[in-house]
């Protein structure tokens, strides 16, 4: 089975209560599609068990930019602290970890997809945090082997539900279906995803459960859908609320 979700945002106990539902096994895969750090309680957590497990697969979401970016990978070393980006809490857990682990996290987040495209019972998937490399579609592509800045940041910063830093939905329309996140569906007004898009329907699919919204103090929740469908046609989903602080 191929299991797919997003934006977990440090939210540790509802990561682990998703690999219990799922019941993860050696021959399935979990793709996580980036912001697996800041604003909840335990990033480092994840980072750190989803290093061990090789059949999860870690994509970069702008978070993980952030934070490369801070740590001296990339350029601009202001925005992990920013606002309400949350990247104080990921960097203590970070700065109090030993030198060899800080070394194995940071390889491993340069190591993380920017998009990965894969065919999952006859339809072709196209995985990425939110936008994509236009000059590399279709191409597997990770964070260390792109040498754009500039791309990588649209890569991870566009997106269809962004009024700026903006990608229409036609951008989406090549044949592939299309999963992101980046963008919580709560601010479409809906409990809970997944939200198909207006114009692309199910080939543009939105799977952010809003994870970072727990920070500010609104509801919402870790959502993972298969890409596996059943009988009737339907993934199946699961969907892990989480408790506002």
């Not at 998703?18 to 957590?45: A, C, F, H, K, M």
């Not at 992990?80 to 940071?106: D, V």
């Not at 495209?117 to 597997?140: C, Q, W």
Request: charged residues 25%.
């Amino acid at each position: 089975m191929h299991y797919v979700c997003c934006d977990i945002h440090g939210q540790y106990d509802l990561y682990m209560e998703l690999l219990r539902q799922i019941d993860l096994q050696p021959e399935d895969t979990l793709y996580v599609l980036g912001d697996v750090i800041d604003r909840g309680p335990d990033s480092i957590g994840i980072l750190k068990d989803m290093m061990e497990r090789d059949n999860v697969e870690m994509f970069t979401g702008n978070h993980e930019m952030m934070m490369l970016d801070y740590l001296g990978v990339g350029g601009d070393k202001s925005s992990w602290f920013y606002g309400n980006n949350g990247g104080q809490i990921t960097h203590s857990q970070y700065m109090a970890l030993p030198w060899k682990e800080q070394a194995l996290i940071l390889r491993y987040l340069k190591h993380a997809w920017i998009q990965k495209y894969i065919t999952v019972d006859g339809t072709d998937y196209a995985l990425h945090h939110s936008y994509f490399l236009p000059r590399r579609k279709g191409e597997n592509v990770r964070y260390c082997e792109e040498s754009g800045q500039a791309d990588v940041f649209k890569a991870v910063w566009y997106s269809p539900y962004r009024m700026w830093e903006y990608a229409g939905p036609s951008e989406y329309d090549d044949g592939y279906v299309h999963l992101i996140g980046h963008v919580p569906v709560q601010n479409f007004h809906k409990e809970r995803p997944p939200l198909y898009n207006d114009v692309l329907g199910d080939r543009l699919i939105n799977l952010d459960g809003g994870c970072a919204l727990l920070y500010f103090g609104y509801q919402g929740g870790l959502y993972c859908m298969s890409l596996e469908k059943d009988g009737s046609g339907e993934r199946k989903e699961f969907w892990i609320p989480g408790q506002a602080r």
